[in-house]
Nanobody
Framework: DVQLQASGGGLVQAGGSLKLSCATSGFTFDDGPIGWFRQAPGKEREGISYISSLIGDSYYSDSVKGRFTISTDNAKNMVYLQMNNLKPEDTAIYYC?????????????????????????WGQGTLVTVSS
């Protein structure tokens, strides 16, 4: 049974930094891709960064590219999102998401195309609030 737990959110001023963590259990990064999504009230869920250490690819959305960095610690089964130069529009609940198969891993981690699948695993989310 795959479990994900996101943490590290909080309140930060514009221009500041936060590092989010996602602890996984029952999952290794050879199993499939993992990534970060966010959702603000009244807005659609947005996929912002995905990674597959197995194939050596990662993806960033235009909204975060150059400011955020995704990484994994494979020995600890952890995934991180280092967020720098935060902006008020980054305010959202941030979720980690994993898929335990490799069928679309290239599309996800290279092309940024994460198709919807009810079998994906989700963390509980952590709130990031960026004040101006």
């Amino acid at each position: 049974d795959v479990q994900l737990q996101a943490s590290g959110g909080g309140l930060v001023q514009a221009g500041g930094s936060l590092k989010l963590s996602c602890a996984t259990s029952g999952f290794t990064f050879d199993d499939g891709p993992i990534g970060w999504f966010r959702q603000a009230p009244g807005k659609e869920r947005e996929g912002i960064s995905y990674i597959s250490s197995l194939i050596g690819d990662s993806y960033y959305s235009d909204s975060v590219k150059g400011r955020f960095t995704i990484s994994t610690d494979n020995a600890k089964n952890m995934v991180y999102l280092q967020m720098n130069n935060l902006k008020p529009e980054d305010t959202a609940i941030y979720y980690c998401r994993a898929r335990d198969n490799l069928r679309f891993v290239t599309g996800i981690a290279r092309m940024g195309q994460w198709p919807e699948d009810d079998n994906d695993f989700w963390g509980q989310g952590t709130l990031v609030t960026v004040s101006s």
